[in-house]
């Protein structure tokens, strides 16, 4: 089996980028990056230092239900291309990250949550869809537990 990363879907981050409501019924913020630690959740790139960026609440499921946590997302403010693929992507810069299986009803699937070397990220999460309990992955950060990305089987 192959894993791929994904990113959130072009319509959802085209329809943020058009001022759309955030998870909380919110306009995003608009903000200049740092350079430093804003990552899009759109192109899986880190956003440039001066560029310009939203900040929002974001749910990376669904429909709101008791596992569907919401929490705050960076996504390049004007129009970017989709990343994702097989290669971790280059956002994820820190040295270790959350990672959490699904289910295909969108909970959490218990055991399967641990904080994990980054250079581990694919390993780990190749075993989490080896089980078949496990629909997806996702990868958070480990300090904040902010969503990141989704790990799907290919």
């Known amino acids: ?18 001022g759309g409501a955030d998870a909380n019924g919110q306009l995003p913020e608009r903000q200049i990056s740092d350079g430093g630690g804003n990552p899009c959740r759109h192109c899986l790139k880190m956003i440039p230092a001066g560029a310009e960026m939203l900040v929002l609440a974001h749910r990376p499921f669904p429909a709101p239900q008791p596992y569907a946590e919401l929490g705050p997302i960076f ?27 699904y289910g295909a009803n969108d909970r959490i699937v218990y055991g399967t949550g641990a904080v994990v070397p980054t250079d581990r990220i694919a390993a780990e999460a190749q075993m989490r869809l080896d089980d078949p309990r496990v629909a997806y992955v996702h990868v958070r ?12 089987r290919v």
């Open 1 to 18: 089996m192959t894993i791929r990363f994904s990113p959130i879907r072009t319509d959802i981050v085209r329809a943020y980028q058009a």
């Open 75 to 101: 996504l390049c403010a004007t129009a970017c291309e989709a990343g994702g693929g097989a290669a971790l992507p280059e956002m994820l810069a820190s040295p270790d990250y959350i990672l959490r299986g």
């Open 141 to 152: 950060s480990a300090r904040n537990n902010c969503y990141q990305c989704r790990i799907d």
